[in-house]
């Protein structure tokens, strides 16, 4: 196997595990706390919520388009959930489905939002999400008199501190929804589709198929996916706020670039984007018990993004050059 082969398995799916041990035994050398139990449950809880926006990022930038208004729309759903959660003329178990069914649609709905834009008047996905991370975030605002909503039933709390074996349910939930969308990205026609539209759009458009619908699709399931992180976020913190969401767009494109997807789109994978995800985790919660200010973990974080396009960059070079 001669140097070249060896970089690029490096830097896919096993050369990212690879990383993703050596930064776990580095920080448990130099920060004997990392390592402990408890620590480790917090870094399951940490990530879950970025890996779950993660996936639906991973579905768009297959398809080589971007979502930079997810931060946003989570506020936004996390206020409606939160409204419908808090009413008091719902009985407790009625509010809590009321409030997944309204923040999972209302995710929905700005992502069929931004796919027909996109699709309807050929604008790339980079406008058109920056757009809705301006109006979601207006609405989140506007919808709750840019006021904390808080006080959610104890069913709901209580859901949200449970754990089994030290694995926090919300890190559980987050891992379920990896398998399923890894399940429909591989053995689905629907996840065959989305690759092929990602290598060339042009040839599957010129077979038949209609690839706005995939491509609106795609969209909508990112959509899916923030409304659900909304519901983790709630249960984590156990607050709506408007003001929530702020950099989660960076992070789960980092966590999918990290992972492996190409920014141009027809190559990754769900797996890489859990590793991706994990590598972030891992990287905070250790750069935070060694003492870095938020400011610096900040740096680094966008240090990683430029590093993992970069990288990007490289290993399609690679991909060619082996082919």
């Known amino acids: 196997m001669n140097t070249k082969r060896i970089v690029y398995l490096m830097l896919n ?3 990212i595990g690879v990383v993703l041990v050596l930064l776990c035994v580095l920080f ?4 004997p706390a990392f390592a402990s139990i408890n620590n480790i449950s917090n870094i399951f809880t940490q990530i879950s919520i970025n890996t779950v926006i993660a996936v639906g990022m991973t579905f768009v930038i297959l398809l080589g388009g971007i979502d930079l208004s997810v931060g946003s729309v989570l506020a936004l759903c996390t206020i409606l959930a939160g409204l419908v959660i808090t009413n008091k003329s719902l009985d407790a178990g009625s509010a809590i489905v009321l409030a997944v069914l309204a923040s999972m649609v209302a995710g929905m709905v700005c ?3 931004n796919g027909w834009v996109c699709e309807r008047w050929k604008i790339h996905s980079f406008v058109v999400t920056l757009g809705m991370l301006n109006m979601a975030r207006g609405a989140a605002l506007q919808v709750s008199g840019s006021r904390t909503i ?3 039933p104890k069913a709901f709390n209580s859901f949200g501190t449970l754990s089994y ?3 926090p349910v919300i890190f559980i939930m987050a891992i379920l929804l990896v398998a399923v969308g890894h399940f429909i ?3 689905t026609v629907f996840g065959r589709m989305i690759y092929a539209i990602g290598n060339n759009e042009e040839a599957v458009r010129l077979s038949g198929h209609n690839t706005k619908i995939y491509k609106v699709a795609a ?4 959509g899916a996916t923030v409304g659900m992180a909304a519901i983790l976020y709630m249960l984590r913190l156990n607050i709506a706020s408007p003001i929530l969401g702020n950099g989660f767009e960076l992070s789960a494109i980092a966590a999918v670039v990290i992972g492996g997807t190409s920014m141009s789109g027809g190559k990754g994978s769900l797996i890489g984007t859990l590793f991706g995800a994990a590598i972030i985790g891992v990287l905070n919660n250790g750069l935070l018990l060694l003492g870095m ?3 610096a973990r900040q740096i680094v974080t966008g240090a990683i993004i430029v590093g993992a396009v970069i990288l990007d960059t490289y290993r399609a070079k690679l991909s060619v050059m082996l082919s």
């Open 13 to 15: 799916e096993a050369g």
């Open 28 to 31: 448990s050398y130099f920060v």
């Open 111 to 113: 992502g069929l939002f």
């Open 150 to 152: 808080f006080s959610f």
């Open 165 to 167: 074996f030290g694995i």
């Open 185 to 187: 990205l591989k053995k």
């Open 219 to 222: 969209f909508v399931i990112c």
């Open 293 to 295: 200010s938020d400011f």
